[in-house]
């Protein structure tokens, strides 16, 4: 079946600027997560979903950064104010969390390069 | 707070010689333990876990992975290496006990497969 898809898959805009970025789960996945990869690093948690709510935002970094999930599928990250330490790869997951299964499958990331 | 090492950012071996990636974690409670391959340009793929059970884990492309919880180690083994394994692995750790979902990365270990 169909992975989980992320758009865009490159973003370029310039420091300040507001921008979008979307997530497309697993159908059937009711928990979705959010991610940030820097170069040569390892993903960092920064949110996570079960349905529509937030079930731990932990991990964003400050108040510029917000995301929803208003239908339980589809998610949004929303960056505020852009600054140039924003650029990275912008990873999202999703699972099952039924008890069962455990692992979290990735989608491609989107690029976020901030000029 | 949970915490993984993986100590080499790089690991070379032959093909057809066995390979280990090694990994360890700290967590306060028990752990969900598992490996993700990064080809380049592509997301993070999931290859194996361990959750409870057998310390001795089987996973995709012939992988496998061993739980020792004395040295807190998680350590990615294949008996033969091909040259299409070269990539990008990350070790990941879920602290049951956190009650909290999210992951926690390594920085990862960068796997070439010499011909």
């Known amino acids: 079946g169909a992975g989980v898809s992320q758009t865009p898959s490159n973003k370029v805009t310039e420091k300040g600027k507001y921008v979008e970025l979307r997530c497309d789960p697993i159908?059937?996945?009711?928990?979705l997560y959010w991610y940030r990869q820097s170069l040569g690093q390892g993903p960092e948690f920064l949110i996570y979903?079960?349905?529509?709510?937030?079930?731990?935002d932990s991990g964003l970094p400050n108040d510029r950064f917000f995301a929803v999930r208003p239908e339980g599928s589809v998610s949004t990250l929303k960056i505020q104010r852009t600054e140039r330490g924003d650029s990275a790869v912008y990873l999202c997951?999703?699972?099952?969390?039924?008890?069962?299964?455990?692992?979290?499958?990735f989608g491609p990331g989107t690029r976020l390069t901030v000029t | 707070a949970q915490s993984v090492a993986q100590p080499e950012d790089q690991v070379n071996v032959a093909e057809g010689n066995p390979l280990t990636v090694k990994c360890t974690y700290s967590?306060?409670?028990?752990?969900?333990l598992f490996w993700y391959v990064q080809y380049p340009n592509r997301g993070l793929q999931f290859l194996l876990k361990?959750?409870?059970?057998?310390?001795l884990v089987k996973g995709s492309y012939g992988f496998e992975a061993e739980f020792n919880k004395s040295q807190t180690s998680f350590h990615l083994k294949k008996p033969s290496a091909l040259v299409s394994d070269s990539a990008l692995y990350f070790c990941?750790?879920?602290?049951?006990?956190?009650?909290?979902?999210?992951?926690?990365f390594g920085k990862g270990t960068k796997l070439s497969v010499i011909p």
């Open positions: 159908s059937g996945h009711t928990a």
């Open positions: 979903f079960q349905g529509t709510g937030a079930a731990d």
């Open positions: 967590v306060s409670g028990n752990p969900y």
């Open positions: 990941a750790v879920r602290d049951i006990r956190a009650g909290s979902y999210q992951l926690t």
């Open positions: 361990y959750i409870t059970g057998d310390n």
């Open positions: 997951a999703s699972s099952l969390n039924d008890g069962f299964s455990y692992e979290q499958y």
